[in-house]
């Protein structure tokens, strides 16, 4: 069994401490190895302190005391596990980053200020000029923008294909192809691609896969058990699932990789703040809860959309009218919560279905306890070029719903009412 990075002054523990600390560490391996998921949610990572808190300590400092010149000289030489300063570790973010490797299965956790900071961190610790990255055609818009617009001037090559068609991917390869990132369920598509099938492309070619699992979150899927090297979340959405922060988090199957993209992130300064780390840890317990409850009106509100007269076509994962219905049957324990469908009456009709909503809110995110709507062409997706749009499958029609956790009735009545002025 792999030990999880455990960053605790050892050193600067009284005695009590110490037996809190070795109680503590006898637990989290305990619950990594024997524990279900939601039992992991609610203790897997936590460290108590000296007074015996019951949840993790919000550490809001920048910088931390050395006993010693000593010691101060140790902790810089990595000679001691004692913190520095915030951007480098801290005992609240660490326990976020210990609970999501232990949730995901990897060696250990990075978190950062936002999904967008775990993609770049990731983009800029793997990639060199003259590189090649392959990646889903209906990634979320920014982290295709910022290769294509910005990345592009520093030698970074890219290819954006279908990867739900693994002969698309093989195609794409080149020899200077470094990453393989897959979004999967794909945003806003609904797409779906074959994690097993990818790593094993990426283990021929010598080639680091990477998956951005923000739609399932780690209750849904695991990446890593897959066959990938490195699963990412926006932590904004499900893990988080309160629509009150900003967050990312890189999880890595092996110590090299989590030790080369720590470093960077370290040097980018892409830190998640404690106090936000601290609301991810809170918010994170009722993943399972949420998730359960959230997918369950997703399929109800899904089924009513696809017996709608005026409802042109539905895509989510738990239909059997979605293409990949099966494949995410066997790689997902559920089918999400995150619905597209587009109106026969296009983008007029929807703009207008939208306007007459009450309960559903128009915003864009997705992932919390309240449900969201948007219009991908228009907002989250604006940025990305009609053609590349086109190809994508992010059709004008298009409207994203992301369920959340109110009362099935109210959504469906909502619905109803919003589609009766249509
Ligand atoms: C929101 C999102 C991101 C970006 O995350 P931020 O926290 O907004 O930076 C990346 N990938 C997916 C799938 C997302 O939904």
Redesign the pocket.
């Known amino acids: 069994m792999k030990l999880q990075r455990f960053n605790t002054n050892i050193g600067s523990l009284s005695l009590n401490s110490f037996i809190t600390f070795a109680k503590n560490l006898r637990k989290l391996l305990m619950k990594k190895e024997n524990s279900g998921f939601n039992t992991r949610l609610i203790h897997a990572g936590s460290i108590s302190d000296k007074f015996g808190s019951a949840t993790v300590p919000i550490y809001q400092t920048s910088t931390f005391i050395f006993e010693s010149a000593d010691e101060g000289a140790r902790c810089f030489a990595g000679e001691s596990d004692g913190y520095i300063y915030t951007r480098i570790g801290n005992p609240t973010i660490d326990a976020l980053e210990r609970q999501l490797a232990i949730l995901e299965n990897g060696y250990g956790g990075i978190a950062v200020s936002?999904?967008?900071?775990a993609?770049n961190t990731i983009y800029l610790s793997l990639l060199s000029q003259g590189d090649h990255i392959v990646s889903t055609d209906a990634v979320?818009g920014?982290?295709r923008n910022v290769v294509v617009k910005q990345w592009v001037r520093f030698g970074f090559h890219s290819t954006y294909v279908d990867t739900t068609d693994i002969e698309a991917i093989k195609k794409a390869i080149r020899p200077n192809t470094k990453v393989l990132y897959i979004?999967t369920p794909a945003?806003p598509t609904m797409g779906i691609t074959d994690l097993v099938a990818c790593a094993e492309i990426a283990k021929q070619h010598g080639i680091i896969l990477v998956v951005?699992n923000?739609?399932c979150s780690p209750y849904l899927q695991n990446p890593l058990d897959l066959g990938a090297d490195i699963v990412f979340h926006?932590m904004?959405?499900f893990i988080n699932g309160h629509a009150d922060i900003?967050?990312?988090i890189i999880v890595t199957k092996e110590k090299a990789m989590y030790d080369q993209l720590r470093s960077m992130m370290i040097n980018l300064g892409c830190n998640i703040d404690p106090h936000q780390a601290f609301l991810v840890i809170r918010g994170l317990k009722t993943l399972g809860v949420r998730m359960e409850r959230s997918q369950e009106n997703a399929s109800q509100l899904a089924t009513y959309l696809e017996n709608h007269p005026k409802v042109a076509w539905v895509r989510f994962p738990g239909l059997h009218s979605h293409p990949q219905h099966q494949l995410a049957k066997e790689q997902m324990r559920g089918p999400g919560a995150v619905i597209s469908f587009g109106l026969k009456g296009g983008y007029e009709a929807g703009k207008k279905f939208l306007d007459n909503l009450q309960v559903a809110l128009l915003a864009v995110?997705?992932g919390g306890v309240e449900t969201l709507i948007q219009h991908p062409a228009s907002m989250t997706h604006s940025k990305v070029s009609a053609e590349d749009k086109l190809t994508a499958g992010i059709t004008d029609d298009l409207i994203r719903l992301s369920v959340g956790i109110e009362d099935v009735k109210d959504l469906i009545d909502d619905f109803d009412q919003a589609l009766d002025k249509l």
């Open positions: 936002s999904g967008m900071a993609a979320y920014p982290a979004e945003n951005d923000t739609f926006s904004t959405k900003v967050g990312g995110s997705l």
